[in-house]
């Protein structure tokens, strides 16, 4: 800390009344020992950094803090004015202000020692030496901790182990997270854990700053009473902490009233409240200790899936519409830039099909970018977007964007493990690391691998328009099962993706292809919504409930809709579910029925080719779905059953039929 702080960096009389002219002053002391290259680019930084949250805390604390390319090192600068600034804090102006600088690609070791910093923030011993200090040197040591204040903080007198919690003491873990990583992350952790001592109250913290952050063991979790999530960012692995009270807040929250925090999840416990198990992004649950490859590999891919689906969506549907107003010449259309008529269709359609044809473009690289960002996280959507770029120039297509992401991936990984020296640590991630994966990137792309991959996807577009008679059908049988199997889950997104892919160049067997894909996926909804109808009894109260929502999410193509039949009873709803997608994928190969849009349900029948035949195939695999799902619950019983609450008639006046109990 003490190369972070010296006595230049120490404004005992900061001469400013906003918070805007205290971070220019503190600002530019740090130029003026090279420790900032740019003023007004550091000051931008500092103040996107202030527009996300302000970072004024209880206390007459101020903290503004950013990570920047153009800081050179790690620096803290402190600063006190005659009068208050306003930095936001609930309790009014602070009087001591904090501007911490750190690079873009500050090393874990800094980190740590600014969190610490952020951590003694919470001692009012350590705050009341800073307002009586009156020398920048013996200020700057009493920051850095070379000294210390005349009354030792609480946690640096406890010398004697602390006793054993009672058996039946609360026990509470916490994540805290903040958009920077350096300052609130720490201070809420503090703050937690010291008000869990006061209540007596076990509390364990996970702080998920830029510093990385350590697990709580899994044990600590399984044992913990209740939750509490003090963030402005996603809560990495979430999932670990479901099932359990949860109270779930802002940092800021867990800085200023965290006794009231640790009481509300008190309150939620006695009152027996849970959560529902929790998933995050796929960058955010990747590469989990103990993962083998393939699952790895799985969430890498998804993480990709997931993020190209809103481009699909938005492009295609724009395309779709294009085409549905200005016919199937509208691709031959002029650019809409040099030619638009306000008063003709024609020209409304020709815009919607362009800006829908640019929204698709980026279909590849961003398939790319995210695969890459799943795996190495932001250093690796640089060379991912390179990558899928490159796939789209020399005609490699979907399968290229897969290739290029995992190269992109996977060249960032292979960097990141080398050790630099610290002078290059700061440029790492703004300069070296996308010069060099992407650089590796392109040389793979373009020489090695993407010619290969082109001709393979030549090959499958081919083989695609090719498609008739037997093999159509047996290829909308394998993707009605892929569709149906998990209800949205990673076979369901391969075989959308199969099908979108092929959109990006799209022939005859491309649209059959997507036409049987969105057929088969909104069979599973409409069979489970229309089996409550037929024979509600073999349905719980909740289930028909949602069934009425079934229809609804069917109807728009949303597979997930049969998601809560199929995790009440999976070994009857998946197979039927499965049959009725099959069956429906085969006939609508069978009826040559084509889609040239990649989402919308029934809301695109208009874009359908063979539109009757289309909604013929629909109807049958729903009546198979729905027959076997009747017929298997009716063989097994529906153990559990109660009359009144599932709201059988006469059940309350004891004239309801008796409903059998079964295991």
């Given at each position: ?10 404004d ?5 009344e906003?918070k805007?002219?205290a971070a220019?002053s ?5 130029v ?12 931008a ?5 202030e527009?996300?949250m ?18 050179t090192?790690?620096t803290?600068?402190f600063g ?8 936001g804090?609930?309790?009014?102006p602070a009087d ?8 873009a690609?500050?090393?874990?070791a800094h980190?740590?020692?600014l969190?610490?910093?952020a951590?003694?923030?919470m ?8 307002r009586?200090?009156?020398d920048?040197?013996a200020?700057?040591?009493l920051?850095?901790?070379?000294t210390t204040?005349?009354?030792?903080a609480?946690?640096e007198?406890a010398?004697?182990?602390e ?12 994540v ?5 990583g350096i ?5 809420a952790?503090?703050a937690?854990?010291?008000?869990g ?5 076990e509390?364990?913290v ?7 952050f350590t ?8 044992a ?26 802002g940092?800021?929250a ?9 009481a ?5 416990a ?5 959560t ?9 649950e990747a590469?989990a200790p ?9 969430k890498?891919?998804m993480?990709g ?5 809103p ?8 395309i779709?519409l294009?085409?549905a107003?200005?016919?199937y ?6 650019s ?25 473009s980026f279909l590849v ?5 995210y695969i890459?960002?799943?795996m190495a996280?932001r250093p690796?959507?640089v060379?991912?977007f390179?990558?899928g ?14 290739a290029a992401g ?11 493990r080398?050790r ?5 640590r ?8 996308p010069?060099i ?7 793979l792309m373009?020489?090695?691998?993407g010619k290969?991959?082109?001709?393979l ?5 081919d083989w695609?328009?090719?498609l008739?008679?037997t ?15 998990d209800?949205?889950?990673p076979?369901?997104?391969v ?5 979108v892919?092929g959109?990006?160049n799209?022939?005859?067997?491309s649209?059959?292809?997507m036409?049987?894909?969105m057929?088969a996926g ?16 073999l349905?719980?109260r ?7 929502a079934a229809w609804?999410l ?10 809560p039949?199929?995790?009440?009873d ?6 039927s579910?499965?049959?009725?997608g099959a069956?429906?994928g ?7 029925c ?8 029934i809301?695109?029948l208009?874009l ?14 729903t ?5 076997l ?12 059953k109660?009359?009144v609450?599932?709201?059988v008639?006469?059940?309350?006046s ?5 409903v059998?109990?079964?295991?």
């Amino acid at each position: 800390m003490s190369d972070m702080i010296t006595a230049d960096l120490v404004d005992l009389d900061l001469a400013a009344e906003t918070k805007e002219a205290a971070a220019r002053s503190l600002a530019e002391r740090m130029v003026a020992l090279g420790r900032v290259t740019d003023l007004e680019g550091f000051l931008a930084d500092v103040a996107a950094r202030e527009a996300q949250m302000p970072t004024g805390l209880d206390g007459g604390i101020g903290i503004p803090h950013c990570r920047s390319e153009h800081v050179t090192e790690p620096t803290l600068a402190f600063g006190r004015p005659a009068g208050g600034i306003d930095f936001g804090a609930p309790d009014g102006p602070a009087d001591l202000i904090f501007l911490i600088a750190a690079p873009a690609g500050a090393d874990d070791a800094h980190l740590t020692i600014l969190s610490a910093l952020a951590r003694r923030l919470m001692d009012p011993d350590f705050t009341a030496a800073l307002r009586a200090a009156t020398d920048p040197a013996a200020t700057a040591s009493l920051i850095s901790g070379d000294t210390t204040p005349g009354t030792p903080a609480p946690a640096e007198t406890a010398t004697e182990p602390e006793p054993a919690p009672a058996p039946d003491v609360f026990r509470v873990v916490a994540v805290t997270s903040c958009p920077t990583g350096i300052a609130h992350t720490y201070m809420a952790a503090e703050a937690l854990e010291q008000a869990g001592q006061g209540e007596g109250v076990e509390v364990v913290v996970e702080p998920q700053g830029s510093a990385g952050f350590t697990r709580i063991d899994p044990a600590i979790i399984a044992a913990a009473d209740g939750v509490i999530f003090a963030h402005d960012v996603p809560v990495r692995e979430k999932e670990r902490f479901a099932g359990k009270p949860t109270v779930d807040v802002g940092v800021k929250a867990g800085i200023n009233r965290p006794a009231e925090l640790i009481a509300e999840v008190r309150d939620k416990a006695a009152r027996g409240e849970t959560t529902a198990p929790a998933t995050g992004s796929p960058v955010d649950e990747a590469g989990a200790p103990g993962e083998g490859y393939g699952t790895k590999l799985r969430k890498w891919l998804m993480s990709g899936v997931s993020y190209m689906v809103p481009f699909v969506a938005a492009g295609g549907l724009l395309i779709a519409l294009g085409f549905a107003i200005g016919g199937y010449t509208i691709d031959k259309a002029p650019s809409v830039a040099e030619h638009f008529v306000w008063t003709d269709s024609t020209s409304w359609a020709a815009l919607l099909f362009q800006v829908g044809g640019l929204a698709f473009s980026f279909l590849v690289p961003v398939l790319a970018g995210y695969i890459a960002y799943g795996m190495a996280d932001r250093p690796g959507l640089v060379p991912g977007f390179v990558g899928g770029s490159i796939a789209l120039t020399i005609n490699a297509g979907f399968l290229g964007g897969l290739a290029a992401g995992l190269i992109a991936g996977g060249t960032v990984m292979a960097i990141q493990r080398i050790r630099v020296p610290a002078a290059l640590r700061g440029i790492m991630p703004v300069v070296v690391i996308p010069l060099i994966s992407s650089a590796v990137v392109g040389f793979l792309m373009f020489l090695v691998v993407g010619k290969p991959i082109a001709e393979l996807q030549k090959a499958l577009t081919d083989w695609l328009s090719g498609l008739s008679g037997t093999n159509a059908i047996i290829l909308g049988v394998v993707l009605g099962l892929m569709m149906c199997f998990d209800l949205g889950g990673p076979l369901n997104k391969v075989a959308y993706a199969f099908a979108v892919g092929g959109l990006a160049n799209p022939n005859e067997g491309s649209l059959k292809v997507m036409a049987a894909v969105m057929a088969a996926g909104m069979v599973p909804p409409l069979a489970m919504a229309l089996a409550t109808v037929v024979r509600g009894a073999l349905f719980t109260r909740t289930e028909r409930e949602n069934g009425k929502a079934a229809w609804v999410l069917g109807g728009s193509f949303i597979t997930e809709g049969a998601i809560p039949f199929a995790a009440a009873d999976p070994l009857r709803v998946i197979p039927s579910a499965m049959a009725g997608g099959a069956v429906t994928g085969a006939l609508s190969m069978l009826f040559e029925c084509t889609l040239r849009a990649p989402h919308g349900g029934i809301f695109v029948l208009p874009l359908i080719g063979n539109p009757v035949l289309y909604l013929i195939a629909i109807l049958a695999g729903t009546a198979v779905s729905t027959a076997l799902v009747v017929l298997l619950k009716g063989m097994g019983g529906r153990g559990g059953k109660d009359p009144v609450r599932d709201g059988v008639p006469g059940a309350e006046s004891g004239t309801a039929p008796k409903v059998p109990v079964s295991a």
